[in-house]
């Protein structure tokens, strides 16, 4: 047992360039004892879900499998919306519940654990539905999946501030999403392999199943994670978290700032289904371009994780601005792909454009969490967390009514449309302070 906790110690050390004195800046003496084996513990659980979020993605294998079904494409069209306002949106409403409990690992547990159940029964629906019907089921279960990731999302950032000292909590997040990236290459080479025939219900069936093992066993690691309890004073009803959010959001200029500045880089997801639906116009419907798309997604997080996640230590907000000009960069290129010479249209052109794309996807990510993370007061985190989540999901609701344009101007003008936004991400976000 003295071998593993050494081992666990000396990973701790190499992976995070600590010193034989550890240094725990915000965290407690005890908790920064057990920094090591939470660590550990956090990168395993999120490895698990970040692989299981890859195999079941609303801009990514979503869609396919939709098609698969023969569900009619304006579905496709609402799976990021439903993802992302159906996780954001009702966390001003549970945060001050949160709250009231000393220990928030819970959290984080249990939402885990109704992903899975809801991603099990949409496997169900991919192995015996079909055409709307199956698209209304998909999108129902998506949805409470959705919910349950809005709750922990704030158990975990909660977490994480009270078990990983400051400056360790970008490579933590870098961690998770470099292991999980691992696992996803995987899965793309058997995707890539595989699945040869569009018809193969079985195998999506097994793809979406596999999501919602994965979300069970990451649930069960996470709650091995040691926890102190943590203050309980302050917890207000819905109505008093309202009323206080209305006043974090009137007497903090920063915080406005980076609300809009996050909401402006929403441009970035928003933009990842019409790739899919270009890309499925330009080089076909052949599952293998899936499989494709699901191996640049693991070799994104693989290549580009770690770097963000030292930079965001660093600074997040400069990491922000990176990938806001990153992003408006790649997107403009993939709304003129069309237009290229035919021996540049070629498939692997395509999955270069699209890596690009899951790689600031991941960067945002992370450096929005991090910058929210260090910059929040202590005591009102669960507040300013929940306050900035739901104001994007009604940034996300925006985007979707901005995405039915698509219908009237076409997929390349909309991608204009988000590769602007990026600029104005850019432009707002240099106001930010340091975090």
């Known amino acids: 047992m003295k071998t593993n906790e050494d081992l666990t110690e000396k990973v701790y050390e190499w992976i995070t360039d600590e010193g034989e004195v550890r240094a725990c800046a915000n965290i407690s003496e005890t908790a920064c004892r057990e920094t090591p084996y939470n660590f550990a513990k956090n990168v395993s659980s999120g490895a698990l879900s970040k692989l299981a979020e890859q195999l079941v993605h609303p801009g990514t294998t979503l869609p396919w499998i939709l098609a698969a079904m023969g569900v009619p494409g304006a579905f496709s069209g609402a799976l990021v919306p439903i993802k992302d306002a159906g996780s954001l949106l009702p966390q001003l409403l549970v945060s001050a519940k949160i709250r009231s409990y000393p220990r928030r690992k819970w959290f984080w547990v249990i939402p885990a654990w ?31 999946f959705s919910g349950s990731s809005g709750v922990a999302s704030i158990g975990f950032k909660d977490v994480t501030a009270k078990t990983i000292p400051k400056g360790k909590r970008g ?7 470099t292991a999980g990236g691992i696992l996803t290459l995987v899965a793309g080479a058997l995707l890539l392999t595989d699945l040869s025939e569009d018809s193969d219900r079985y195998l999506l069936f097994l793809l979406v199943l596999s999501g919602a093992v994965l979300w069970a066993i990451s649930g069960v690691i996470f709650s091995r994670i040691v926890e102190e309890k943590g203050a309980t004073s302050g917890g207000r009803t819905p109505l008093q978290e309202l009323k206080k959010a209305w006043e974090f959001w009137q007497a903090d200029r920063n915080l406005r700032l980076f609300i809009l500045t996050r909401g402006l880089l929403m441009a970035i997801p928003l933009a990842q289904p019409f790739f899919v639906i270009l890309g499925r116009q330009q080089l076909g419907e052949a599952v293998s371009n899936l499989g494709l798309m699901v191996l640049a997604a693991g070799i994104a997080g693989v290549v580009s994780s770690p770097f963000w996640g030292r930079f965001a230590d660093r600074s997040s907000k400069k990491l922000m601005l990176i990938v806001a000009a990153i992003g408006m960069t790649n997107v403009a290129l993939m709304a ?38 260090d910059f929040a007061p202590d005591a009102d985190r669960p507040s300013y967390v929940s306050l900035s989540n739901t104001a994007i999901g009604l940034f996300t609701l925006i985007g979707a009514a901005l995405g039915t344009l698509a219908g009237f101007f076409g997929i390349q003008v909309m991608l204009l449309v988000f590769s602007g936004l990026l600029l104005l991400a850019l432009l707002v976000g240099s106001q930010l302070d340091e975090a």
């Open 336 to 373: 003129s792909f069309p237009l290229w010479p035919d021996v540049l249209q070629h498939r692997y052109l395509f999955a270069l454009l699209f890596l690009i794309q899951v790689m600031v996807h991941g960067g945002a990510r992370l450096s929005r969490k991090t910058y929210l993370v």
């Open 114 to 144: 109704v992903q899975a159940l809801s991603l099990l029964a949409m496997a169900l629906v991919v192995l015996t539905a079909e055409g709307a019907w199956a698209g209304w089921l998909v999108l129902a279960c998506l949805a409470v």
């Open 171 to 177: 490579q933590l997040l870098a961690m998770r999403a």
